[in-house]
């Protein structure tokens, strides 16, 4: 009930603490998502890798970025999936009767999404030092880094969190993540945009992925990022606080 809000921090902790107790249970779920993003990281660059070129002499670094955005944008999924088994059930209406914020349930799916996909980014990033990812990178590059990573999964999250809501069925449910996993692959994750035919180089330089991409790779090298940062945060925090107001108004319809 909305009369506590009082104690809406508490009674999310609670819902973040169940969500991720359903998380630990069954591991299968991290290992899933960052499986297939390593995967993609050991075919680029032990099998592609050798004819692709970025102008860089470290295919891994150039390629690593766009790896964990496809490792979140594959996560997200999961939130998605949960959510709507919850709806389902009926956990949700009960959840509804008991005297607690009605949007701390929402609130756990979502911190359980930044947890859970943090977990996968930490260890794709550490496969990555294996293959030979090297950062000149300073403490305060890294934490924009970490932002602009914690922005993005938060924006995708509220995606998620709509599709569980809306989804008629599982397969509904899961298809919604796909465009957004193939998104990457239509920017400068893996090649350069200039080497793309002119109608794709425009739709790659002119979406998201690409400044974010962009501006993680030039604080990740120690380069300067210039107005590519701002572009990626404005994305990060438009699409995010869109999808979130389009979220919370069908949650509260069918609340």
Same mark, same amino acid.
């Given at each position: &009930? ?6 809406? $921090?508490?009674?999310?902790?609670? =819902?973040?603490?169940?969500? =991720?107790?359903?998380? &630990?249970?069954?591991?299968?779920? !991290?290992?899933?998502?960052?499986? &297939?993003?390593?995967?993609? =990281? ?9 004819? %692709? ?17 496809? *490792? ?27 005297? !607690? ?10 911190? +359980?999404?930044?947890?859970?996909? #943090? ?8 496969? *990555? ?8 990178? @300073?403490? @305060? ?22 599709? @569980?809501? +809306? ?9 919604? /993540? ?6 990457? $692959?239509?920017? /400068?994750?893996?090649?350069? #945009?200039?080497? &793309? ?5 425009? $739709? ?21 990022? @210039? ?11 438009? %699409? ?6 389009? #979220? ?8």
């Amino acid at each position: &009930m909305e009369a506590t809000k009082g104690f809406f $921090f508490s009674d999310m902790s609670v =819902m973040l603490g169940r969500s =991720m107790r359903h998380i &630990m249970r069954s591991m299968d779920t !991290i290992i899933t998502v960052t499986l &297939m993003p390593i995967a993609f =990281m050991l075919l680029f660059v032990y099998v592609f890798g050798g004819a %692709i070129q970025t102008g860089t002499g470290n295919y891994v670094n150039y390629l690593l970025p766009g790896i964990l955005l496809i *490792a979140i944008a594959s996560g997200i999924s999961y939130t998605a999936y949960r959510l709507f088994l919850d709806m389902q059930r009926g956990i949700f209406e009960r959840f509804h009767s008991m005297p !607690i914020a009605r949007s701390a349930a929402l609130w756990g799916h979502v911190l +359980t999404s930044l947890v859970s996909n #943090a977990i996968s980014v930490a260890i794709i990033i550490l496969v *990555a030092f294996l293959m030979g990812f090297r950062s000149s990178a @300073g403490v @305060g590059a890294w934490l924009a880094v970490v932002g602009i990573l914690v922005l993005f999964t938060l924006a995708l999250t509220w995606i998620a969190v709509i599709a @569980g809501l +809306t989804a008629k069925s599982v397969d509904g449910v899961s298809a919604f /993540s796909y465009p957004l996993i193939f998104l990457p $692959f239509i920017s /400068s994750a893996f090649v350069p #945009a200039e080497s &793309m035919t002119s109608v794709v180089r425009a $739709f790659a330089e002119n979406q998201p992925v690409t400044s974010i991409v962009e501006a993680i790779r030039a604080l990740l090298s120690g380069q300067p990022v @210039g107005n590519e940062i701002w572009i990626a945060l404005l994305w990060c925090v438009g %699409i995010m606080l869109v999808a979130y107001a389009w #979220a919370m108004r069908i949650y509260k319809k069918r609340a």
